[in-house]
C-alpha cells in the first residue's frame, strides 16, 4: 500500500497549485483519502478528505471556499486544487488514508497510510 504526494512548489500569494495523491496496492475507490498539513513550528492539522461516498467531502474552515478536493478512481488519484493561496498555507502537504469514511474532527491516528509529502511555499 503506497501513497505519492506531488504538486507543490512556489506559489504568489493570490496563486494555485494543484497537489496529487496517487495509490497503489489497495481498492482505491473504497478508500478515503485525506490531506493534512504542517506549517513550520506547528502541529498536523486536517485539511480537507473526500470519502468513498460520491460527493462526500470535508474541508477545514481556514480552507474552506479557496480549496477544492476531488477524486477521479480510473486513476487511482485524488486531486486537491489550492487557489487564492496565502503565506499562511505555506506548509508541507501529506495524503493519508483510511476505508470508506472521513471522520470529522480529522486526526492522524485515524488514517493507517500515509504519502511523504509535499512542499507548497506561498511568498512574494
Known amino acids: 500500500v503506497q501513497l505519492q504526494a506531488s504538486g507543490g512548489g512556489l506559489v504568489q500569494p493570490g496563486g494555485s497549485l494543484r497537489l496529487s495523491c496517487t495509490a497503489s496496492g489497495f481498492i482505491f475507490a473504497d478508500y478515503a483519502i485525506a490531506w493534512f498539513r504542517r506549517a513550520p513550528g506547528q502541529e498536523r492539522e486536517g485539511v480537507s478528505c473526500?470519502?468513498?461516498?460520491?460527493?462526500?467531502?470535508w474541508y477545514s474552515d481556514s480552507v474552506k471556499g479557496r480549496f477544492t478536493i476531488s477524486r477521479d478512481n480510473a486513476k487511482n488519484t485524488v486531486y486537491l486544487q489550492l487557489d487564492s493561496l496565502k503565506p499562511e498555507d505555506t506548509a508541507i502537504y501529506y495524503c493519508?488514508?483510511?476505508?470508506?469514511?472521513?471522520?470529522?474532527?480529522?486526526?492522524?491516528?485515524?488514517?493507517?497510510?500515509w504519502g511523504q509529502g509535499t512542499q507548497v511555499t506561498v511568498s512574494s
Open positions: 493519508a488514508t483510511r476505508r470508506f469514511i472521513c471522520p470529522s474532527p480529522m486526526k492522524e491516528d485515524q488514517y493507517s497510510t
Open positions: 473526500i470519502s468513498s461516498i460520491p460527493g462526500s467531502t
